[in-house]
């Protein structure tokens, strides 16, 4: 059976405490704590416990939050309300709104924590 090639991502922080509450409100859920030895990982919410898409924010030895490297993109029902979010929670637009034909919409924002991330939605 095929299934989707990316399995886990991970977007490094610098503050732990700042970046849980930036995410927590930007995108109104909540953040589980896990440390494995001396890495600190805040869980992002898996809808199912199939094999598949899940993520952290990670502090640890040789994490180092980039504007300049992977983005990840999270799915979100709008947009623009979910980029008053982010600037209400200390992040900055970085590419408004804008069409991608028949694939929807998608924006790209900084984190608190200097990372470029991007959203998606079909509307």
Do not use: C
């Not at 991970?10 to 405490?17: L, R």
């Not at 494995?36 to 993520?55: A, C, H, Q, R, S």
């Not at 929670?89 to 470029?116: C, W």
């Amino acid at each position: 059976m095929q299934k989707n090639p990316v399995v886990w991502f991970e977007i490094p922080v610098y503050d732990q405490a700042r970046a849980k509450k930036f995410y927590e409100v930007v995108f109104d859920f909540e953040l589980s704590t896990l440390e494995m030895g001396p890495m600190k990982m805040l869980m992002f919410p898996v809808v199912n416990e199939d094999y598949g898409l899940g993520g952290a924010l990670v502090k640890a030895e040789g994490y180092k939050p980039s504007y300049e490297g992977t983005v990840v993109y999270f799915g979100v029902d709008d947009i623009d309300k979910t980029l008053q979010k982010v600037t209400a929670s200390g992040g900055k637009t970085v590419l408004q709104k804008m069409p991608i034909g028949e694939y929807g919409f998608i924006a790209h924002f900084q984190d608190s924590e200097g990372n470029r991330v991007a959203l998606h939605s079909m509307a």
